[in-house]
């Protein structure tokens, strides 16, 4: 099954600075998800990438699969406190049922 | 659009007690449901998902067994409580074979067994 690294699994950061949070697979990725999740509910979708090199932005958010499809890199630039939660990065099966697995997730604050 | 229902939203339940959470969707047909578990410092775990109505199919062995009465609810269920089945449940749906396309996730249920 998918293995998922994220890392750091904790980052504290100053508001209005940039920061990245890193995704790695044991296997080539057929469908990378971010989400995110406010402590104690439920799980928030980000952005989806499926094409090695592709890069997808939304607000301060950008996120990037490598050429190879085995890494993503979600990269919040300027951070504000509103960034603050967990993020998940999750890999799609190659089942073919859309099953996704996730990484163990990165817990990011941001101190006004 | 598309909605999906999760409840309740905590509980609070001894051990060796049962358990049935119910997750409905709407807006859709025919979706793939998902049981999701978040325990305390790990990752989010693949628990069951279904593609269809009496289609489960398990990811993890446990004590909790997953049921799909109709095309758009999903129900967790234990007949013991351990312990260990504390966590953060969360119900998803995605539509679809492959393809790349989201899954939806529901609020979550924060289960404390005691």
């Known amino acids: 099954s998918q293995e998922l690294e994220q890392s750091p699994q904790s980052l504290i950061v100053q508001e209005g600075k940039n920061l990245t949070i890193n995704c790695t697979s044991s296997?080539?990725?057929?469908?990378l998800y971010w989400y995110k999740q406010k402590y104690g509910e439920g799980l928030i979708f980000l952005m989806m990438?499926?094409?090695?090199?592709e890069e997808k932005s939304h607000e301060k958010i950008t996120a990037k699969l490598d050429e190879k499809k085995q890494q993503s890199s979600l990269h919040i630039t300027a951070s504000q406190p509103s960034h603050a939660g967990i993020y998940l990065c999750g890999a799609e099966d190659s089942g073919g049922y859309q099953k996704v697995t996730f990484g163990t997730g990165t817990k990011l604050q941001v101190i006004p | 659009s598309q909605t999906i229902h999760q409840w309740p939203a905590t509980l609070v339940q001894p051990v060796g007690s049962p358990l049935s959470l119910e997750c409905t969707v709407e807006?859709?047909?025919?979706?793939?449901l998902y049981w999701y578990r978040q325990a305390a410092g790990r990752g989010l775990q693949l628990l069951f998902y279904?593609?269809?109505?009496?289609?489960i199919s398990s990811e993890v062995p446990q004590n909790l067994s997953a049921s799909r009465p109709q095309d758009r609810q999903f129900i967790l269920s234990s007949k013991k409580l351990l312990l260990s089945d504390s966590g953060f449940y969360l119900c998803a749906w995605g539509v679809g074979l492959g393809g790349g396309t989201e899954a939806f996730f529901g609020q979550g249920t924060r289960l404390t067994v005691v």
């Open positions: 296997k080539t990725l057929y469908g």
């Open positions: 990438l499926q094409k090695g090199g």
């Open positions: 279904s593609v269809g109505i009496g289609q």
């Open positions: 807006g859709t047909s025919n979706p793939n």
